[in-house]
């Protein structure tokens, strides 16, 4: 038991900064929230959350199933997605302060906020390739079921709790100043994460996958 917590406390140490990174999803919740009320950021952050679930049950399964069935295929995925984390988290230690733009020029959309936030989410390519890169060095033939499902729903709740955060308060323009002063250091955190995990993956993927 003690190994699943450990497994469960790599994988979170990494998603959790990703989260919290302004991205698609972050200006998704904070513009519903801006333009059309709390209600429809609260949706919005709902699509949010389920997209990325939705993703990291795509990813664990895949995983999983590429394990179990072809052990070069393992191996290929643990390098790329451990050159993805290590190259990504360079990125963000050698990045430029900037500011966070919520306005696209477009008017707010009326439509469903809970279909907008799972849409942006689906439709972020990167999404799949971080949950693969982090899942890749904690998923192994031997995982099992309800590990892989705990961090389904872990990845769920973190980001259900993050972006309803983000929904009633980081919408203003005081708390979203001080966000602003506090994203570089965010991103230097996560950059020394992944960096880190990146390197890690790596250095397993030189040892045999264990069927």
């Known amino acids: 038991m003690t190994g699943e917590w450990v497994v469960l406390a790599a994988v979170f140490a990494i998603f ?4 919290m990174l302004p991205g698609p999803d972050f200006i998704a919740v904070v513009r519903s929230s801006m333009t059309r009320g709390a209600g429809a ?11 990325l679930a939705f993703y990291a049950t795509l990813s664990l399964l895949g ?3 590429i394990l179990i ?3 070069w295929l393992a191996w290929l995925v643990r390098i790329l997605g451990g050159c993805y984390l290590a190259w990504l988290g360079l990125r963000l230690l050698f990045s430029k302060p900037e500011a966070i733009d919520v306005s696209d020029g477009k008017p707010a959309r009326k439509g469903n906020a809970f279909l907008f936030g799972f849409l942006v989410t689906l439709t972020n390519p990167k999404a799949i390739v971080l949950f693969a890169s982090v899942f890749a060095t904690a998923v192994n033939a031997q995982t099992p079921v309800w590990l892989m499902a ?7 709740i973190s980001s259900l709790t ?6 009633l308060f980081m919408s ?4 979203m100043r001080r966000f602003q002063n506090a994203r570089h250091w965010i991103e230097r955190a996560a950059g020394v994460c992944f960096v880190a995990v990146g390197g890690r993956i790596l250095a397993d993927a030189r040892n045999p996958v264990t069927p």
């Open 162 to 167: 993050w972006y309803t955060l983000v929904s």
């Open 150 to 156: 705990a961090m389904v729903v872990l990845v769920f």
């Open 41 to 51: 950021g609260l949706l919005t952050t709902f699509g949010v959350s389920t997209g």
């Open 16 to 19: 959790l900064p990703a989260l």
């Open 63 to 65: 995983l999983s199933a």
């Open 69 to 71: 069935e072809y052990q």
């Open 172 to 175: 203003s323009t005081p708390v």
